[in-house]
């Protein structure tokens, strides 16, 4: 039998909020698939993912006392830049160009009025940045040795 164990389970966005917390301790789970349960936020939105120790896991994978284990909520598209400060579209646009390049591709949204029958005052994009910046240098690398991007 596979021992309980005390895990750190990470909130992002929408799951911080419903939480109310970016942190929670949770104690008596096995698996990663255990941890929603115990976090008492009802049924189980569909599309999460699970970080073990900054790195994607299923919800078969064990825990260990003491793991770190992110609830990722689905996402919406994104490039290479994580800032706290509001981003400028010309100077990422600038920043990117070259003479080796086709394209360059952007994508500028704007916050609708209502969602889900509230209204809406503002967007606030968050990252698990310990695990996204490692990752998008990897995603970098791997796509420029595939497509030869530069």
């Known amino acids: 039998m596979i021992e309980s164990v005390a895990v750190t389970v990470r909130l992002f966005a929408g799951l911080r909020e419903r939480a109310g917390a970016a942190r929670l301790e949770v104690d008596g789970v096995e698996r990663v698939g255990d941890v929603w349960a115990k976090l008492g936020l009802g049924e189980e939105p569909a599309g999460l ?3 073990v120790n900054r790195a994607y896991a299923d919800r078969e994978a064990a ?3 003491g793991d770190e284990v992110a609830v990722i909520p689905p996402v919406s598209g ?3 830049r994580i800032s706290a400060e509001p981003l400028d579209l010309a100077a ?3 920043e990117a160009a ?3 390049a086709g394209a ?4 500028v949204g704007t ?3 209502r969602s889900r029958e509230r209204d809406v ?3 606030e994009y968050e990252a698990f940045e310990e695990m996204a910046e490692p990752m998008l240098v990897r995603l970098a690398d791997d796509l420029k040795a595939k497509h030869g991007l530069c």
């Not at 360059?104 to 994508?107: G, R």
Request: glycine share 4%.
């Open 92 to 94: 990422a646009v600038a």
């Open 78 to 80: 994104g490039a290479f």
């Open 104 to 107: 360059v591709a952007t994508f």
């Open 121 to 123: 005052l503002y967007l």
């Open 49 to 51: 993912l699970y970080a």
């Open 63 to 65: 825990l260990r006392d």
């Open 98 to 100: 070259s003479d080796d």
């Open 111 to 113: 916050v609708r009025r």
